[in-house]
């Protein structure tokens, strides 16, 4: 950490000596960027220079104590060493909690998918759980959602339901949803009282902006259908369903809620955006994190993060062992706490890849 420290402490000294520059000066938007720059490095750099210090007045102290014969001299600089010390392991705190790396995407919106897997008719049923416990989550946050595409399953629930959450800090708060979670409880047609497990897997997409992933129109394949769900007369009437095909990578992203084809084109792609840009962010963190794990689970689709556990009101999050038993309040929307432990286990992961 202090090496990396030591060498935005030399880039801030670069900086200042090139924004003295005058032609630097002269270029307004060098000028600006540098500036930029700069600004972001400064709060750690003033923290940094207050550790040297406090570590410089330690080194003093005891040299104090180790030559001073007087008594009451030395129980001065024994007592302002402990004070010093106390000063400094708090600065260097801060500053590991300064120097790890946001995720560029927190601020973003998400997009989140979620899908029913193995177990049927309970599978779809626990989905539509999932979808209600995930908009009252975002209601208690003052955040927006907007179903994108969605396919009802007959006993209720959803087959697959697709939504975008607007807000602050959307995707980093959800973006730990994503794996797959387990439900155990008695389906309401099991007479025996048996429990089923089933399971849905959720997909969480940081929402991209057209800044994020450049694609070109000569690689989308269009094609529109007439929609097969709920969407008033023009349903299997008119052709408002849209399947757009982004022809390298294959991914193919259909949507079908919006009577409009525009607005049903418009809602496929940025999930086909978001999708995108979840592919450029994972193949940069794998190159990043080889040897190393920074991340609370791996973000597989696959991977089983957590289990409901209904007949002893209990969630389980696998990841990091976390258990409460306040499963109705969960799937009621709380779940902060889950939340929570999830950020805080994460930033102690990456703290020690600081260290």
Same mark, same amino acid.
């Given at each position: ?28 938007d ?5 500036? /930029? @720059? =700069?600004?972001?490095?400064e ?6 220079? &207050?550790?040297? #210090?406090?570590?410089?007045?330690i !080194? ?10 007087? /008594? @009451? =001299?030395?129980e ?5 060493i402990?004070?010093? &010390?106390?000063? #400094?392991?708090?600065?260097?705190? !801060? ?72 807000g ?10 994503k794996?797959v ?7 309401a ?50 052709e ?12 193919v ?13 418009e ?9 995108l ?61 889950i939340i ?16």
């Amino acid at each position: 950490m202090f090496e990396k420290l030591e060498s935005l402490l030399k880039r801030c000294d670069e900086l200042h000596a090139l924004m003295a520059d005058h032609d630097v000066v002269s270029d307004r938007d060098k000028y600006q960027k540098l500036a /930029k @720059e =700069l600004s972001s490095l400064e709060d750690t750099v003033k923290k940094y220079n &207050e550790y040297k #210090k406090v570590v410089s007045e330690i !080194e003093g102290a005891r040299h104090m104590f180790e030559k001073e014969s007087h /008594k @009451e =001299l030395v129980e001065m600089a024994k007592g302002e060493i402990a004070e010093l &010390e106390k000063r #400094k392991t708090q600065l260097k705190s !801060e500053l590991e909690e300064m120097m790890l790396e946001e995720d560029p995407d927190d601020n973003k919106g998400a997009i989140m998918e979620i899908r029913a897997g193995t177990g049927g008719a309970e599978a779809s049923l626990f989905a539509g759980d999932l979808f209600r416990m995930y908009s009252k989550y975002a209601a208690n946050n003052g955040w927006k959602i907007e179903i994108m595409d969605s396919h009802t399953a007959e006993a209720g629930g959803f087959k697959e339901v697709v939504f975008a959450v607007k807000g602050q800090n959307v995707y980093r708060r959800l973006k730990y949803e994503k794996g797959v979670h387990r439900v155990q409880r008695v389906p309401a047609t099991e007479a025996s009282g048996r429990i089923h497990t089933s399971a849905v897997t959720v997909a969480v997409l940081a929402e991209a902006e057209d800044v994020d992933v450049q694609i070109n129109s000569q690689d989308l394949r269009l094609d529109v259908f007439r929609a097969s769900g709920a969407g008033g007369q023009n349903v299997n009437k008119i052709e408002s369903a849209v399947r757009i095909t982004h022809i390298p990578s294959g991914m193919v992203v259909t949507c079908q809620d919006e009577r409009s084809q525009s607005k049903n084109k418009e809602k496929a792609m940025r999930v086909l955006r978001a999708r995108l840009l979840e592919h450029i962010r994972k193949e940069q963190d794998e190159k990043i994190a080889k040897d190393r794990r920074i991340q609370v689970g791996t973000g597989d689709r696959s991977e089983k993060i957590r289990t409901y556990n209904f007949p002893d009101r209990r969630v389980t999050d696998h990841r990091i062992g976390f258990t409460i038993h306040d499963l109705p309040n969960v799937m009621e929307g709380e779940i902060g706490r889950i939340i929570e432990a999830l950020i805080q286990a994460e930033k102690r992961l990456k703290l020690e890849n600081v260290q």
